[in-house]
């Protein structure tokens, strides 16, 4: 079977990739667009393609040449925060290049089977009442990714209405593990943690809102669920991804910090603060589980030990340290 992974580089990409070359009969190609560091390792086993999701002519080219079975679509923008900033950043890439994607795959390869990978923040406000957030909640996005992600799942939705493309939907909850990128809350904190270690900042660790809960699962299980969902999900049908368990932020920062010797001061920081933050945000995970059989598997607790170890060894080596978008 030919797979093709979308942001083979990214942070989400990469697990997935690593995932899959545990997988016997599969041909792995990927697509990237700027670094590929994450994929070193692999590029023996892996057929790349770099380019850029917007251009519709290459995306062509590429769908073609490959001749997919399944593609796992990754490649995003990913930055909640940062789409406050970029709001038009956020939805051309999250929007246009899928577009892009599903238009050759219609032309091209109308076998395929495809998954979109959506987001909790089309949820967006979520009351108490909807707690745990089961793929029925109604959309009600507070910020500019929220709204570029109902667009992508959206249209996952309409183009198996319309065109009868076998494509899958999940909407996947609060990912984290080693290799993040520091603009993600636990892995942010680790880093400080770990440049405060090496004696390269003061011992203050800025932090943003550390009331609100969230559902934390490994990227490792994460993509082990999208993987399944994948091959066993229902076209047409959306799937919530996630550990079904909240963990305030405060409660991450608190594990971190046990986890180091160093003397550490926490300090507010304004500029870490959303301009719209939801105080809990638990996935109902029970439709991908009937589904699929998936469970996550690894303990919060050793992921946040293995995301700090993560930073001391970039720090240790001064090796560049996870940024910016998904490849």
């Known amino acids: 079977m030919r797979v093709l992974i979308t942001g083979i580089a990214g942070f989400v990409g990469s697990a997935l990739a690593s995932l899959l070359l545990d997988e016997p009969g599969l041909e792995i190609h990927g697509t990237i667009h700027r670094h590929d560091w994450r994929i070193r390792a692999m590029r023996g086993h892996l057929h790349l393609h770099k380019g850029d999701l917007r251009n519709p002519s290459w ?59 959506g987001s909790n923040e089309v949820y967006g406000r979520v009351r108490a009442e909807d707690l745990p957030v089961d793929e029925e909640t109604p959309f009600r996005p507070n910020s500019p990714y929220g709204v570029s992600k109902i667009a992508q799942d959206m249209m996952g939705y309409q183009y198996w209405c319309n065109y009868g493309l076998p494509i899958v939907r999940v909407r996947s909850f609060n990912n984290i593990g080693p290799g993040q990128a520091d603009d993600f809350v636990a892995s942010a904190f680790a880093r400080q943690i770990a440049e405060i270690e090496a004696g390269q900042r003061e011992a ?95 303990d919060l607790r050793h992921t946040l030990q293995d995301v700090l170890n993560g930073w001391r060894l970039d720090i240790q080596g001064n090796r560049a340290a996870p940024q910016g978008v998904s490849a």
């Open 59 to 117: 995306v062509d080219e590429m769908i073609q040449e490959v001749q997919p079975d399944l593609l796992l679509h990754l490649a995003a923008w990913s930055d909640v925060g940062g789409s406050w900033s970029q709001p038009w950043v956020a939805y051309e890439l999250n929007i246009h290049c899928q577009l892009n994607l599903l238009e050759a795959v219609r032309r091209f390869a109308p076998k395929c089977r495809v998954l979109v990978v």
């Open 204 to 298: 203050v660790l800025q932090v943003g809102n550390l009331t609100a809960v969230r559902d934390f699962t490994d990227v490792r299980d994460v993509v082990a669920a999208y993987w399944l969902a994948a091959q066993k999900g229902e076209p047409g049908a959306v799937y919530n991804v996630g550990s079904g368990q909240g963990q305030s932020i405060q409660a991450i920062l608190d594990i971190l910090l046990e986890m180091s010797s160093a003397d550490i001061r926490v300090e507010e920081d304004p500029s870490r603060l959303r301009p719209s933050d939801v105080p809990v945000m638990i996935c109902d995970n029970r439709r991908l589980i009937a589904a699929t059989g998936w469970q996550p598997g690894i």
